[in-house]
């Protein structure tokens, strides 16, 4: 953001406006935009003057939650972290879900304003299968992996965008001999109907459920993106088409636009892409074109090929309820949850209440091969309530002031093929204003908890052998 210096002119028309008080001139301010308020500012010097007042700058910045910049070392000023970074880059911080076909994948952003910075993560779940002590029935918090960070370069004096190699430096032979850092990068492709299915020698293409889906109750149409070029997406014309000899995966058009969205190029033959793009035991028809070259161009410079979209969550933190108040109200649950699914580890999930269909529905942010991201993992019917007696004979019911449904789950067999879905019965007992336990019927004593994510960076602890790794606390109960 830069407007430049101010015009050496004074015209007629701003000649009022120059000659207002500033604390007339303030509150006209914040009902503009950034872009508007440097125009209007850098209009003539009587208005310029006004240009750097922290109190204009300051009220920007609040909105992406910049209120007290005193433990920066870098930002002297409101002016210095709105102009620097947030204008620019604001939009990014929060959460970001992707459409990887069946896993998913969760980037988040969130400002370090010690660094003067914002700070791009991937969220990654160990897999609980090779802990031998712990427990399947409890989720995992995740441990945050940066791969981004943005601010002020030191040597040039510009905001960029710089890659993370994670969790070691990459190299790659360059065809001029020299030899390059194989770092991630950042781009923002256009809008699409392009979406992921999969293809079988037996069955005709079936599509992954649409993410997001029209009316998706985590998408957050008000963030907004960050101001950087718009890249075009790429056509699934150019793959290989004609059924597979085994189920695999590739793109078609759909019927739905897909909104635009974030997009990481990861390292090349790197042994971290399992963080951008998770595993899936799958033929991938999406890496080669129809005249059998690949389909990714690691020195394009631009997003060539398919790789996962990011979309903005809108993951809401509220406070949870007590299951035990009288005025206990089911719209408490709303927001994200990490739930345990045995072999498959950890998963994120968006609750969501219906008050006039009266039901509180999951969704599933990230997901698995036999039920994958996008689709409902289970809901509950509030008229469904078990009554206190009934919540007594329940034998795996740990707390006896839970609030007890009857609701019914998604399964299905690897693939999530129409033919493969089905329903199970289940209980849902709100045991406390932050954790669930649902028993699935027909899967004995195994019952998973489900908890309501919360993340506290300050009780965080950085990661002893590797860089850019933060550790969660555990669970406090």
């Not at 195994?446 to 990661?463: A, G, N």
Request: aromatic share 12%; hydrophobic share 35%.
């Amino acid at each position: 953001m830069d407007p430049g210096a101010p015009h050496a002119y004074n015209d007629e028309q701003w000649k009022g406006l120059a000659q207002l008080n500033y604390d007339v001139l303030l509150p006209i301010c914040y009902y503009l935009t950034g872009d508007d308020v440097a125009h209007l500012l850098s209009t003539c010097h009587a208005l310029y003057a006004h240009y750097r007042h922290d109190t204009i700058w300051r009220r920007l910045c609040r909105p992406y939650g910049l209120t007290d910049i005193s433990s920066s070392e870098v930002w002297s000023s409101f002016y210095d972290a709105y102009t620097q970074v947030l204008y620019r880059y604001g939009a990014l911080i929060g959460i970001w879900a992707s459409d990887h076909p069946y896993r998913g994948n969760v980037l988040e952003f969130r400002m370090d304003v010690k660094r003067g910075c914002l700070i791009g993560e991937i969220w990654y779940f160990e897999n609980e299968a090779f802990h031998a002590n712990h427990d399947m029935q409890v989720p995992r918090l995740p441990e945050y992996m940066a791969v981004f960070r943005i601010g002020l370069d030191d040597t040039s004096g510009q905001t960029v965008i710089t890659p993370t190699a994670y969790p070691s430096q990459n190299w790659i032979n360059n065809p001029n001999g020299s030899n390059e850092a194989c770092v991630p990068s950042l781009h923002l492709l256009a809008e699409t109907h392009e979406e992921p299915v999969l293809c079988h020698p037996s069955f005709p293409p079936s599509p992954l459920p649409q993410f997001p889906a029209p009316g998706s109750i985590w998408y957050d149409h008000e963030r907004g993106l960050p101001r950087i070029a718009l890249e075009p997406s790429p056509d699934s014309s150019e793959l290989i088409s004609g059924l597979p000899s085994r189920a695999a995966l590739s793109m078609a058009p759909g019927e739905i636009i897909k909104p635009a969205a974030l997009c990481i190029v990861p390292p090349p033959f790197s042994d971290p892409e399992y963080l951008y793009e998770p595993q899936v035991p799958l033929l991938d028809l999406r890496l080669l074109k129809a005249d059998g070259t690949p389909m990714r161009d690691y020195t394009a410079g631009m997003c060539t090929g398919f790789y996962p979209r990011y979309y903005p969550l809108r993951a809401p933190i509220s406070e949870g309820m007590d299951p035990a108040d009288e005025d206990w109200d089911p719209s408490s649950l709303e927001g994200l949850w990490l739930g345990a699914y045995g072999p498959h580890g950890t998963e994120v999930l968006c609750v969501e209440h219906d008050p006039l269909g009266q039901e509180v529905r999951a969704w599933k942010i990230t997901g698995d091969l036999n039920v994958p991201r996008g689709a409902q993992s289970w809901k509950f019917r509030l008229d469904s309530a078990l009554d206190r007696q009934e919540n007594k004979e329940l034998s795996w019911l740990r707390s006896p002031n839970s609030r007890v449904f009857l609701g019914i789950g998604t399964v299905s067999d690897v693939g999530f093929r129409p033919d493969q879905r089905g329903s199970m019965n289940l209980t849902v007992a709100v045991t406390s204003k932050d954790q669930i336990y649902i028993h699935w019927s027909g899967m004995g004593t195994y019952i998973p908890q489900y908890r309501r994510y919360k993340r506290d960076v300050p009780s965080e602890q950085l990661h002893d052998s590797v860089e850019g790794i933060r550790i969660p606390t555990l669970w406090s109960s």
